[in-house]
């Protein structure tokens, strides 16, 4: 992410970025201009009102990371529900066949 023209703001720094974020939205299919603003920007709703924050670069590549710490997570419990169930695991077994993530 590079700085924005806003304080304390960021943007997908290249084309390169640009790329990146236009495949990652392909691939989640969901429009790019809202993932583009989930990774710049907070969102904070109170009682009374919605306050949208922009975030720095540093603070852009940190919700990057956790967005992709998210999904790994999510991909990877969801792999492992598959392998158990292709191969007929019992929930109430004692035994089982553990996938290590490396």
């Not at 989930?38 to 990057?64: F, G, H, N, Q, W």
């Not at 991909?75 to 035994?95: A, C, H, M, R, T």
Request: charged fraction near 30%; include cysteine; charge should be negative.
């Amino acid at each position: 992410f590079a700085k924005g023209t806003e304080i304390d703001s960021s943007i997908p720094r290249d084309e390169k970025s640009w790329f990146h974020l236009r495949t990652a939205a392909e691939l989640l299919q969901c429009d790019e201009k809202s993932l583009e603003d989930s990774l710049c920007k907070r969102i904070m709703a109170t009682r009374d009102e919605t306050i949208t924050k922009t975030l720095d670069p540093e603070a852009a590549t940190l919700s990057r990371d956790a967005l992709a710490k998210v999904m790994y997570s999510r991909l990877f419990d969801w792999l492992v529900e598959k392998i158990n169930s292709s191969i007929g695991q019992d929930p109430e077994s004692k035994y089982l066949i553990g996938v290590l993530d490396i």
